[in-house]
Every structure is written in structure tokens, then in C-alpha cells.
């Protein structure tokens, strides 16, 4: 005769086996979403694509960059998160082609939040411009492009619903950027590129059109500091 106390173990098996099947299923869709996306894809993007909680897309992003299957850009603050998945790693790409599983991990960093052990694609990262469904590719890899992408930034913030006195604090904020980039970085001049950019980001929250479509410019900004003036 089974006993009440086997058969609850069992239960509880199953049902841990059951949950473990449905987190792989959807970490498989987010690989598969970021090798099809070929310049990568930001939390925000999967979120939308798959139906899901935005801090359970996070979650499986954290999960699939300390598995090693995929390379992961993060910027966090107090404020606000940005997670943008930038490629798959070898054990990604073997994930899909069923050579490996899920369960089969490497090692990396210990959180994703170690810049030291992310990678961002500055070069082409795919962002969305314009609209939801409109894409452009942001690069930040000379002077020039850099300025260029200021000055987005401000035609943005200037052409938009934002009253006049945030307009005017937002880009100023933005504008003071390429002065900053010159100066020697030390951890004075990152803390207060930092505060703007975090400035910018809580201010342009305000306006809903506005935030969907800054945010994505503002990535590529966090990662230039953090690629070529890591702390």
C-alpha cells in the first residue's frame, strides 16, 4: 500500500519537473527570439513578443547569462533596468540545435550585473525608432555618430509633449554628454554621467510615446561608458 507521505513526495516531484519544463520552454523562445533578431533583442521587445511579465523575462535572461548561452548587456540604478541580449554564446546556439540542455551549464560571472563579464554589440544593436514596429540600427563608434546620436536625442526631447522647463533640464542634461566623454573618467565624472542619464530616463517617463522611444537610444549611451570606461 503507498502511503499519503509517498504519494505527496511524488506529487511534488511532478509538479517541480512541471515547472522546470515550462521555464525551459520559454528560455528556448527567448533564445530562439535573440538568434533571429541577429542584432539582438531588448527585454522590453521579448516581453512583448512572448506575452510575458517583464521581470520574468529578466529573470530567464539573468538565468541564461550565468548558463552561458547568451551575451548580456545590464545597466541597473535605482530607477530603472536595462537588459539587452546581444547575442547567443556557442552553448546557446547547441541548446537549439539540441546538442545540449538547458541543464548542461557553463560558467560566466556570477550575476549579470558584473560589467566586466557582458558584452553590448555598440556597433549595431537593433533599436526600436520611431514606433514600435520601426527599427534602426544606433552605433556608437566615432565621434561623429556619437554627436549624431545627442542630437536625436534632443530633436526628440524638444519636439515633445515634456513641459518647457523639463525640456529645457533634459537637454541640457543630453547636450553636456560629448563634453564629458573628453574629460578624464574618473569615478567623479561617471557618477554625474551617470545622474544624467538617469535624469533623462525618469523625466521622459512622463510621456509614454516619448519613453518608448528614448529608451532605446539611451542603451547605447549606458554601454559606451561602460565599454570604454568600465569602473
Known sequence: MVSLSSLGKALAMQLRANEKAIMQAVQNQILQEILLSEQGVGDEQLAE??????QEIRFHLDELYRG????????????????FAESLTLRGCMVLQKKIS???KGRTGSSSASQNNTYFNIYGGKNQIGGKHNTQNISINSTSEFADLISQLSELINNSSLLED????VVEAIQKLPELAMRE????V???????LTFVNNITKSA???????????IPL???WKIHFPE
Do not use: I, W
Not at 548580456?72 to 537588459?83: K, M
Not at 509614454?208 to 539611451?218: A, F, G, N, S
Open 68 to 83: 552561458g548561452f547568451l551575451k548580456l548587456f545590464t545597466s541597473r540604478t535605482v530607477d530603472d533596468d536595462f537588459y
Open 222 to 224: 549606458y554601454a559606451y
Open 190 to 196: 561617471l557618477e554625474r554621467v551617470q545622474k544624467r
Open 49 to 54: 513578443k512572448l506575452g510575458k511579465d517583464l
Open 166 to 169: 523639463d525640456k529645457e533640464e
Open 208 to 218: 509614454k510615446e516619448l519613453y518608448e522611444t528614448v529608451r532605446p537610444l539611451l
Open 102 to 104: 538547458l541543464d548542461d
Open 185 to 188: 573618467q574618473t569615478p567623479g
